[in-house]
């Protein structure tokens, strides 16, 4: 299954730089992988690493467009709009995208928020 980005053409000043494509990045899950493209950056994991998703509201652009890592913690966030996104969590820390940790969370601005979460869930239980 695919899910593409949210490409919101306000932003395409940060996002088209990192080289984000539309329909061509987003978030790709299989019986055995789950895949999220952001240009040139990818980060990949078995699914049985994958442990949750839920989906996040009320984003201020300055904090969810772009290749970015999280204040908070050691997530990570392909952002292309504030619409919202989808938060999924992972049991062993992915291999670092960018800055110096690995990462137990990666943020995604998909179009079908409830569609990816479903996925994820059904494919955890599956």
Known sequence: MFFPYRFDPRFA???RPLGARKGIDGVTLTE???TATF???RLETPMDNVTGAHSTHDYQWWKAV????????DGLTF?????????????QRVPRVI??????AL????DDLDGLVA????GIAG
């Not at 952002?79 to 049991?91: E, K, L, N, Q, R």
């Not at 943020?107 to 998909?110: A, H, I, L, Q, S």
């Not at 996925?119 to 059904?122: D, L």
């Open 13 to 15: 000043m940060i996002w």
């Open 32 to 34: 055995e992988t789950f």
């Open 39 to 41: 240009g040139r950056a």
């Open 66 to 73: 772009g290749m970015r890592l999280s204040f908070a913690d």
């Open 79 to 91: 952002g292309t709009s504030t619409h919202g996104g989808v938060c999924v969590h992972f049991a």
């Open 99 to 104: 800055g110096f940790k690995d990462h137990s």
């Open 107 to 110: 943020t995604v601005t998909v």
């Open 119 to 122: 996925a994820v869930e059904a």
